[in-house]
């Protein structure tokens, strides 16, 4: 069964940096879409990051447009998210997602059939 393997999470002050990795476990298997959604404790989860692993156009939530970059690396089979100039209130569990086919609606949950276990990320401020 493909899995998602996180990492990269941790703690850090505001406006510092952290890189989150995300592989996918079978190098054979390739997901069209790859992204990442966060939850802070009692939020709703909500999309963050995913990108189109064919072309590599890129999308993103609007309170991290200028701060995150996604990327990829397909040899890899891994996506990334560098996240900058961090806030207080970017703190939360970040989950990798993944789809072997179009997610639409992006950031729709249901639209994700492969999520990655979480990681812990924390801005102090």
């Known amino acids: 069964q493909v899995q998602l393997v996180e990492s990269g999470g941790g703690s850090v002050q505001a406006g510092e940096s952290l890189r989150l990795s995300c592989a996918v476990s079978?190098?054979?298997?390739?997901?069209?879409?790859m992204g990442w959604f966060r939850q802070a404790p009692g939020r709703e989860r909500e999309g963050v990051a995913a990108?189109?692993?064919?072309?590599?156009?890129?999308y993103y939530t609007d309170s991290v447009k200028g701060r995150f970059t996604i990327s990829q690396d397909n040899a890899r089979n891994t996506a990334y998210l560098h996240m900058n100039a961090l806030k207080s209130e970017d703190t939360a569990v970040y989950y990798c997602?993944?789809?072997?086919?179009?997610?639409?609606?992006?950031?729709?949950?249901?639209?994700?059939?492969?999520w990655g276990q979480g990681t812990q990320v924390t801005v102090s401020s």
């Open positions: 997602v993944a789809n072997p086919r179009p997610a639409v609606p992006l950031w729709d949950v249901g639209s994700w059939p492969l």
């Open positions: 079978e190098r054979t298997s390739r997901m069209v879409y």
């Open positions: 990108i189109w692993t064919g072309g590599g156009n890129t």
